[in-house]
């Protein structure tokens, strides 16, 4: 099977489309699959030599562009590497390339990853909208999302659960010695609600005087967290690692007790299947979604209805009781073995992309469009549906553009003069 996969990078970025790009593509290269991921990228894209080092073919487009830019290098990429099927993953540009893409005859496969106002956007325009914009497939990270969808009747794309899927370490957290917690994810107070994580954490030390908490990813709110660590004295015991690359996260995190998560909303959280798949408690909050399917209550974690008084509650019982520990421990990662481990998904991503590809036949050439009429903005897509302006104005914004850099560079000209 010849795939083309879709993907984001720029420096320091681990998020879970980039992790789960650098897990799947190796995985469908080993099962004898030809994998092309067309990346974009901004200043540059660091995980290409890690993809092509494991037989990955990456081919690179620069993050600066209008949406009809990025349809055209698609459409001509994708024609000249000729996939038996296409993965626009989570890209509007990909979304809409997939219309020529598939009139072609060659599958094409969207995935939902998070419940958002983008996901659920690309949801109104590309599977239960006009069916010429249709994807063949869309892949949902999780059960409650495949539902949801499911409800809205769509009736030219097919669905399928597929988690990221994470690699399955052969050590594991001991869950011996004082309790140590693990955030992993971005410093954001959006979606993440970093500021009542560290707040609750602090809370936390305070009752516990022995735990302690390490932060791992990187993010706005950073800098700010750790000032408020350090004016609460608490800097032994609250750290701070920066960025993990996603092939020694779980060296790091076998480190650690419980992993805690406490976001608005969530698909299904990468950062809990790996601390599961390590043997972490996982410590959440109870919110819809695929975090109900990952911990189930007193049996794989603990979930808590608040970020306070309920966190600090289940905190403090995991710290008294090490037989509990244990206990959830091992099911949280027997869990992630059965269900939500990198074979798994695998697996399913063959069997839907099969199932796609026998059902769509013969393929065809791809026609590129000399002038791409697109459909209007869909407010949920909005942030990355960045459209090309009408000639005028599109004229008016480079010699803008040209000027203010060519103002940036005489500047700097001059001053390195200065300084001589």
């Known amino acids: 099977m010849k795939i083309v996969f879709m993907a984001y990078d720029k420096p320091n970025y681990f998020g879970g489309p980039i992790t789960n790009a650098r897990r799947l593509l190796p995985e469908l290269v080993k099962r004898g699959h030809q994998v092309h991921a067309l990346i974009f990228y901004r200043d540059y894209a660091p995980s290409v030599n890690y993809l092509q080092n494991q037989g990955v073919n990456c081919h690179l487009f620069p993050w600066s562009f209008y949406t009809e830019k990025y349809i055209k290098w698609i459409l001509k990429k994708v024609k000249q590497i000729k996939p038996d099927i296409f993965v626009p993953n989570i890209f509007v540009s990909g979304y809409y390339a997939s219309k020529w893409i598939r009139e072609a005859g060659i599958p094409t496969i969207a995935a939902h990853r998070s419940d958002d106002s983008y996901h659920w956007g690309m949801v109104e325009e590309f599977v239960i909208g006009k069916p010429e914009w249709a994807v063949s497939g869309l892949v949902c990270v999780s059960q409650y999302l495949h539902d949801k969808v499911q409800r809205m009747q769509p009736q030219h ?71 408020q660590v350090k004016q609460a004295n608490l800097s032994h015991r609250i750290y701070f690692l920066g960025a993990i690359e996603p092939q020694n996260l779980h060296q790091e995190l076998i480190n650690y007790h419980v992993l805690i998560l406490l976001s608005d909303y969530e698909g299904t959280p990468g950062s809990v299947m790996d601390g599961m798949a390590c043997g972490l408690i996982p410590v959440c909050l109870n919110i819809s979604g695929g975090v109900q399917e990952l911990v189930i209550h007193e049996k794989t974690g603990i979930l808590v209805e608040n970020r306070e008084k309920d966190l600090i509650k289940a905190i403090t019982r995991l710290s008294q009781n090490k037989e509990l520990r244990n206990q959830l421990s091992q099911q949280a990662r027997e869990h992630i073995i059965s269900h939500f481990s990198l074979e798994v998904a695998a697996n399913r991503w063959e069997n839907f992309a099969q199932t796609l590809i026998e059902k769509a036949g013969k393929h065809s050439e791809i026609i590129i469009p000399k002038k791409i009429k697109l459909p209007p903005v869909n407010s949920g897509l909005a942030r990355e549906d960045k459209r090309q302006k009408p000639f005028p104005l599109f004229i008016a914004d480079e010699i803008y553009r040209w000027t203010k850099s060519s103002k940036n560079r005489t500047i700097h000209l001059l001053r390195s003069i200065n300084n001589a």
């Open 157 to 227: 794309t097919q669905l399928c659960v597929i988690p990221s899927g994470v690699p399955i370490p052969q050590n594991s957290s001991q869950q011996t010695g004082t309790l140590k917690i693990a955030y992993v994810g971005r410093l954001v107070q959006k979606q993440k609600r970093i500021g009542e994580v560290l707040a609750s954490l602090i809370k936390v030390m305070q009752s516990l005087p022995d735990v302690t908490a390490t932060f791992i990813g990187e993010g706005e709110q950073s800098t700010d967290l750790q000032t």
